[in-house]
């Protein structure tokens, strides 16, 4: 099991839900290699761009993001996305407990539009993941 038990989690969390504040995504690592507690690296308001470029190619970590899009010039929608990072480089014992500290770290970022797996930093693609966002919406009236 991961140990989600910091505070500081779930305070992230509300941050970055909360409509009143810039915060748009926090970034979980684990505290060491050997531990499965996980802790805050970071948190930020450079959305999806700047959450990619702190993720390490030799860890498995945890993301909350906030992504804001429009359908056209008059709406704006804001949903989020749970990001499983494993990087390519990243340890096999790692990698084979991921799938169940996903369901740990599920019991307190419980709210997202999309889970997203990513592999490569390729897979967190602005455009890719906002077409992922309109699908799992349910009416789309642009053919997406």
């Not at 050997?34 to 970071?42: A, E, G, N």
């Not at 799938?99 to 770290?105: L, Q």
Request: hydrophobic letters at 35%; aromatic letters at 8%; charged letters at 35%.
């Amino acid at each position: 099991m991961a140990d989600v038990s910091d505070p500081a989690i779930v305070e992230a969390y509300l941050d970055v839900r909360n409509d009143k504040s810039e915060t748009n995504f926090v970034l979980l690592d684990y505290e060491s290699d050997r531990s499965d507690k996980l802790k805050i690296t970071k948190t930020g308001t450079g959305g999806l761009s700047e959450f990619t470029e702190l993720l390490d190619d030799s860890k498995a970590s945890f993301g909350y993001v906030r992504v804001s899009y429009s359908n056209d010039k008059e709406s704006v929608r804001e949903k989020f996305a749970l990001v499983v990072w494993i990087g390519p480089g990243c340890k096999v014992m790692r990698k084979a407990k991921i799938s169940v500290h996903t369901a740990d770290v599920k019991n307190v970022l419980r709210v997202y539009s999309i889970e997203v797996a990513a592999r490569e930093k390729e897979d967190l693609n602005e455009d890719g993941i906002v077409t992922k966002m309109r699908k799992a919406g349910g009416a789309s009236y642009d053919g997406v």
